[in-house]
């Protein structure tokens, strides 16, 4: 079903939906100013809500990297690629917080609005944007700490740095086709919220992030690059330490897994939407 506003400002006009569903991505981008409104809403609770602020964001990277250095670097001689462990698990551990902080906001994001959604029409899928955008500053004030321990460690920024942009998008499109499906299930089954648990917390050993994805026998690579993050990891050590991007031709699988999930998450989340409403 589709709702549009005619000339007469008393009118509205309700059409049937199509046999192909529309996605309707327009009429998000008319509701951008509620976005940007619910998204800053989110970011001051989120502030307000801490004793410390900016503080807090940067502590958890800063004492993730002191432990899993001693964890995996003093104790289990874990290889970086001749890269300083400090650098290398950082260049990783940032874009990875981005993700699973973002994942499990998203998945929670219709029952956590679940009072506006009953009272207000707008595109569901403003929901779950809307709560990227938190992570998103998170992350900048995160990736600030990361280029100040890498320049200690003798790495500086570089022309390489253009493409930060890219792989920031590359990772949000990673979060949405993810997090759309489980925010759909999470509006229905609460189990879905230990499914993004999951996802966060195992995914991240399932990722090259305390080790180089070169470890990874050949054998395996075309299923393990089946996880984007893998690529996105893989680019964002090459953009800030210079590593060489290990996966070669198996990046594009990558990218496919990504559009596909994409596809699907959009997709299910807009065939889930109708019952949204009946969220307690």
């Known amino acids: ?52 602020g900016i503080l807090s964001v940067t502590a958890q990277p800063l004492i993730s990297m002191v432990i899993y250095t001693v964890v995996f670097s003093v104790f289990a001689k874990m290889p970086s690629d001749g890269i300083p462990y400090p650098v290398f698990f950082l260049a990783a551990f940032i874009p990875w917080i981005l993700f699973s902080s973002a994942l499990n906001t998203m998945t929670r994001s219709i029952v956590t609005n679940a009072n506006i959604i009953k009272k207000v029409y707008f595109p569901r899928l403003i929901t779950p944007l809307e ?79 305390v080790y180089p994805a070169s470890l990874i026998p050949a054998s395996l690579k075309a299923f393990y690059y089946l996880n984007p993050m893998v690529s996105i990891i893989d680019g964002f050590r090459w953009m800030i330490i210079g590593l060489p991007i290990s996966g070669g031709w198996y990046n594009g699988i990558s990218l496919i897994s990504t559009i596909s999930m994409l596809i699907l998450g959009l997709y299910y989340f807009r065939h889930a939407e109708n019952t949204f409403a009946d969220v307690s």
């Open 1 to 52: 079903m589709s709702i549009e506003i005619s000339n007469n400002p008393h009118e509205i006009i309700i059409e049937p939906p199509s046999k192909f569903m529309s996605l309707n991505l327009k009429e998000v981008w008319e509701y951008k100013d509620l976005l940007f409104f619910l998204a800053w809403r989110d970011i001051k609770i989120k502030y307000k809500q801490t004793l410390t």
């Open 131 to 209: 709560s990227v955008f938190p992570a998103l500053l998170d992350f900048c004030i995160s990736f600030v700490i990361l280029m100040i321990v890498a320049a200690l460690f003798g790495y500086y920024p570089d022309i390489r740095l253009i493409f930060l942009p890219v792989f920031i998008c590359y990772t949000i499109m990673v979060i949405m086709g993810i997090g759309l499906i489980l925010a759909a299930l999470y509006s229905k089954y609460r189990d879905a919220g230990f499914l993004a648990t999951i996802i966060t917390q195992v995914g991240m050993y399932l990722t090259p992030v």
